[in-house]
């Protein structure tokens, strides 16, 4: 009688990209938010939308691993930079075989889905122009479907199980918007542990998952330009039975990713 074969547990290394959104329209255009229909949820600039786009192109090079799923905030500002990515891979001119699923980002194979976990701090500090009753759920009308029908049909996911599924109470201070950020980070990197994902959020969040794993991190200021982004990696071990996963460890960047740490001139 053959001897039952026991699986082995499989090893990888996970890589979460944390990135803010491009250019926005309202810090462009100043006349914009006066006639805007939607003052809070600007769109990106035309500079944002190159800026996601050239981002694109640079990300295989840069990065040195596969990105297998992008999950963004609803906001507009990072669905255009999704889309912006989306369509810097697939430029004309462009050699098709540059970016596969061995380096980078596959656009033909890249999922991607909507998190509210990612939106921005919820507050009169992040977000310039509040409605005029912003305690009101009713005032931040989302259209998903709306926002949906702007991604290409073959990325859309929409199997996926959100970790939040509404906006936060106006108001969130600081400290609960860290926690946010933080738990959702964490929730989407266990729901696929198997995959590196490209998360497109706001400042704030990009310096919390920084701070959050900077040794020191007291001693810095930290910039975030449009489209700056750190990476976040941790070990996996998989098995049909259990999952174990280390702690996310921060990947020292090479000054190219858009994101400054300053000495602090307070200290």
């Avoid at 074969?5 to 290394?13: D, S, T």
């Avoid at 930079?81 to 001119?93: C, D, K, V």
């Avoid at 709306?146 to 959100?162: G, H, M, N, Q, Y």
Wanted: hydrophobic share 35%; aromatic share 6%.
């Amino acid at each position: 009688m053959a001897a039952t074969r026991l699986e082995q547990p499989h090893h990888h290394q996970q890589h979460i990209v944390v990135m803010r959104h491009g250019d926005r329209l309202d810090n462009v255009d100043r006349s914009w938010p006066a006639t805007a229909p939607k003052r809070w949820d600007p769109p990106l600039a035309e500079v944002g939308r190159d800026r996601a786009r050239e981002t694109a192109k640079q990300l295989p090079y840069q990065l040195g691993f596969p990105i297998h799923r992008i999950v963004v905030s609803p906001f507009r500002r990072c669905i255009d930079t999704a889309l912006g990515l989306i369509a810097g891979l697939s430029a004309p001119g462009e050699d098709p075989n540059a970016v596969t699923s061995d380096n980078g980002i596959d656009s033909s194979k890249v999922k991607v889905s909507i998190e509210y976990g990612l939106s921005e701090m919820f507050n009169d500090v992040a977000i310039k122009y509040p409605p005029t009753n912003p305690v009101d759920h009713a005032d931040w009308k989302f259209n998903n479907p709306e926002i949906e029908a702007l991604i290409p049909i073959d990325t859309l996911d929409r199997t996926v199980k959100s970790v939040f599924n509404e906006l936060p109470h106006w108001g969130e201070t600081e400290a609960k918007a860290r926690d946010r950020y933080l738990h959702t980070i964490r929730s989407l990197a266990n729901s696929y542990p198997s995959e590196n994902l490209l998360l497109i959020t706001h400042g704030e969040a990009v310096k919390v998952a920084l701070l959050t794993h900077l040794e020191e991190a007291a001693r810095f200021e930290i910039k975030v330009n449009y489209c700056g982004y750190i990476q976040l990696r941790r070990s996996v071990v998989q098995s049909s039975e259990a999952l174990e996963a280390g702690e996310f460890e921060l990947l020292t960047s090479d000054g190219q990713s858009g994101v400054n740490c300053l000495p602090r001139t307070d200290m």
